[in-house]
């Protein structure tokens, strides 16, 4: 089963790299909501500079990004880590119409008529849209580095504070990927599938504190932001962008906590996800 999953995980890849038309639009996307949500949401931007003194419009703007998120140094240094969770979520999304036209050009009768585990087939599509969106979280973490008045990491950020970031990331995007390719076996054409990935990624995002802090939530909307996945990403991933070291910060049983959260969500994704598309891997 793993050499038959790995097939067909390197076949979808090969498409996807041979077409930069399906990266570059990413890469856009990146940057236009690190530039967008960065200065058009930044509370900072609220100060009145031109009526006070420049002294005390910096210490306004630090003790807005001290005593609100987190003490970042910037504003997009906070809203990285819930950029990076929106492309995976959209990647996750989407990445499953590659599948629906695999269905409709007859490609996937002709692999549920061969000799292969089914499981390949499915989690071949977990694993090459996990692929795609791990490369896109990448590139978006380099542009908010280039970006001007962009992510500054503290002194205490290394390669381990990197990879732990990452990492909740990646737990993000297997459990996402899980659920949403067993969405895209069942569709039977592009425009239903995009119907309801649409009415499930868009409350998945906007009740998660990827562009603000749960805090400022109504006690109602912090109770799902508080559950969310995509919230435990984020939260994992700014501890170590903001924080640095979550030992040094005192922040390890939360990192931690957070950690545990999404492996359980990856588990219950993944069953649940093989559990409903092998119920609908039927050649037609």
Do not use: H
């Amino acid at each position: 089963m793993f050499d038959e999953t790995l097939a067909l995980t390197n076949r979808a890849l090969k498409k996807w790299v041979r077409n930069p038309f399906t990266i570059i639009p990413g890469l856009a996307t990146s940057a236009f909501y690190l530039a967008l949500f960065g200065n058009s949401f930044n509370p900072t931007n609220l100060v009145p500079s031109s009526s006070l003194p420049a002294a005390a419009v910096s210490q306004i703007k630090s003790t807005i990004l001290g005593t609100t998120f987190g003490g970042a140094a910037t504003y997009i240094t906070y809203l990285t880590a819930g950029v990076i969770c929106l492309i995976i979520v959209f990647n996750m999304s989407f990445g499953g119409i590659d599948i629906v036209l695999d269905r409709q050009l007859g490609y996937f009768n002709t692999l549920l008529t061969s000799p292969i585990a089914r499981a390949s087939i499915y989690f071949s599509g977990v694993f090459q849209n996990l692929a795609k969106a791990m490369l896109l979280a990448v590139l978006t973490f380099v542009i908010a580095l280039l970006i001007p008045s962009g992510l500054e990491l503290p002194s205490s950020f290394g390669v381990l504070e990197l990879l732990g970031a990452f990492l909740a990331f990646a737990l993000l995007g297997l459990g996402l990927s899980c659920i949403f390719t067993s969405l895209a076996l069942a569709a039977r054409s592009i425009d239903s599938l995009i119907a309801v990935v649409n009415f499930i990624n868009l409350p998945l995002i906007f009740m998660s504190s990827s562009l603000f802090p749960s805090s400022s939530f109504p006690s109602w909307l912090k109770a799902i932001s508080d559950v969310n996945p995509i919230s435990k990403a984020d939260e994992a991933a700014r501890l170590l962008i903001v924080g640095g070291n979550p030992a040094a910060s005192g922040q390890l049983a939360a990192f931690t906590g957070d950690i545990l959260y999404l492996v359980g969500f990856v588990v219950a994704m993944g069953i649940l996800g093989y559990l409903a598309a092998a119920r609908t891997m039927r050649p037609e």
